[in-house]
């Protein structure tokens, strides 16, 4: 079965660090530049990260220097360490998958996402 | 960075009602355009891309229209799965990843 899954959320004080991990299975990983996209409760949609195949990472300003996304193609993973986190930062933390389509992006798969919540 | 305007924020429909929802780009994205539809407590699904290009398995009652800056998903008969929130994105850039603020398709 194609599937994302994550896992690492879960409670931190302000300033701490947490590592979340998304695991791919049912498709050739190592083909997609993946992404984490987070949700805070009752808002929109927020791009967090991304990294391409050959592990060049991208970051919006609101998490440069503080979040770092890194895969390892052998073990079909994804991750995100998050450090300095912020109340700003809580969030359910979904991994996507990126497909190239009539020249954009688009994100074609989801995991079911992991709640990180930052609170003292 | 491109922003992304989605109009309404909330609309009230009935089953068989056509419901349609607006996206604007902050500049032209050309038809790199996404629409998603996101259920309470899921993760968001791809319906559309390309602006117009239905994603596998999705229903033909949702369709896509729109280029530049002006975009629309319509569903044609509204059944009652489709109750859920709907967001836009654009595919433009690709060092940046942008969606809308979202619309919710509610029950009347």
């Known amino acids: 079965e194609v599937q994302l899954v994550e896992s690492g959320g879960g409670l931190v004080q302000p300033g701490g660090s947490l590592r979340l991990s998304c695991a791919a299975s049912?498709?050739?990983?190592?083909?997609?530049?993946m992404h984490w996209v987070r949700q805070a409760t009752g808002k929109g949609l927020e791009w967090v990260s991304a990294?391409?195949?050959?592990?060049?990472?991208y970051y919006p300003g609101s998490v440069k220097g503080r979040f770092t996304i890194s895969r390892e193609n052998a073990k079909n993973s994804l991750y995100l360490q998050m450090n300095s986190l912020r109340a700003g930062d809580t969030a359910v933390y979904y991994c996507?998958?990126?497909?190239?389509?009539?020249?954009?992006?688009?994100?074609?798969?989801w995991g079911r996402g992991t709640l990180v919540t930052v609170s003292s | 960075d491109i922003q992304m305007t989605q109009s309404p924020s909330s609309v009230s429909a009935s089953v068989g009602d056509r419901v349609t929802i607006t996206c604007r780009a902050s500049?032209?994205?050309?038809?790199?355009l996404a629409w998603y539809q996101q259920k309470p407590g899921k993760a968001p699904k791809l319906l559309i891309y390309?602006?117009?290009s239905l994603q596998s398995g999705v229903p033909s009652r949702f369709s896509g229209s729109g280029s530049g800056t002006d975009f629309t998903l319509t569903i044609s008969s509204l059944q009652p799965e489709d109750f859920a929130t709907y967001y836009c994105?654009?595919?433009?850039?690709?060092?940046?990843?942008?969606f809308g603020q979202g619309t919710k398709v509610e029950i009347k």
């Open positions: 996507a998958r990126v497909s190239y389509r009539s020249g954009g992006w688009y994100f074609d798969l």
């Open positions: 990294i391409g195949t050959a592990g060049d990472p």
């Open positions: 994105q654009q595919a433009n850039s690709f060092l940046t990843w942008t």
């Open positions: 049912g498709f050739t990983f190592s083909s997609y530049d």
């Open positions: 500049q032209g994205i050309s038809s790199w």
């Open positions: 390309a602006a117009s």
